[in-house]
Antibody
């Protein structure tokens, strides 16, 4: 069974930093591209970042480019999102999502990031 | 960015009756590889989204056959043949032909 478990939830002040993690199991993690998608409270979905299976291709949404960094550790079957210079508008539930061939097929339960002073 | 527009934004339905949601993209979703990367997701309250339909009309693993997808180019439709109580929630269309974008969501609720 595919499982994606996010962690790193927290309250951080504007301008602060936070690192999210996603532990994957039930599939060969190293073979899949992965994404982070976020959802502000009561709002819709917004894609944040993508990393390919080999880490050779990385993309970011314009809203986070230069502030967020996606990475992965295939030995630990883990995906990460380093978030710096956080803003109020980054407040959201962040989902880890598996991406085979442009599909968003399995989603984690999400972890809440709150940016507030 | 490719803008995805869903209609309606809210849909009250009667259990056992059909439901339909439309999604229009601001540009063609046909990829250079010939595929059209249009998916539908369902999100129940307090739950993460789950994939229902991919590449316009392919049901994902475990998705009941009362769900069907159709369309081409820029216009797409999700249909539920007979709505069940577990189908309530928000439905999103999304495209991955370009950088991923999502529709605003359509809230399906029981009358």
């Amino acid at each position: 069974e595919v499982q994606l478990v996010e962690s790193g939830e927290g309250l951080v002040q504007p301008g602060g930093s936070l690192r999210l993690s996603c532990a994957a199991s039930g599939f060969t993690f190293s073979s899949y591209g992965m994404s982070w998608v976020r959802q502000a409270p009561g709002k819709g979905l917004e894609w944040v970042s993508y990393i390919s299976s080999s880490s050779s291709t990385i993309y970011y949404a314009d809203s986070v480019k230069g502030r967020f960094t996606i990475s992965r550790d295939d030995a630990k079957s883990s995906l990460y999102l380093q978030m710096n210079s956080l803003r109020d508008e980054d407040t959201a539930v962040y989902y880890c999502v598996r991406n085979p061939e442009r599909l968003f097929d399995y989603w984690g339960q999400g972890t809440l990031v709150t940016v507030s002073s | 960015d490719t803008v995805m527009t869903q209609t309606p934004l809210s849909s009250p339905v009667t259990l056992g009756q059909p439901a339909s949601i439309s999604c229009r993209s601001s540009q063609s979703l046909v990829h250079s590889d010939g595929n059209t990367y249009l998916s539908w997701l369902h999100q129940r309250p307090g739950q993460p989204p789950r994939l229902l339909i991919y590449k316009i009309s392919n049901r994902f693993s475990g998705v009941p056959d009362r769900f069907s997808g159709s369309g081409a180019g820029t216009d797409f439709t999700l249909k539920i043949s007979r709505v069940e109580a577990e189908d309530v929630g928000v439905y999103y269309c999304m495209q991955t032909t370009q950088f991923p974008t999502f529709g605003q969501g359509t809230k399906l609720e029981v009358k």
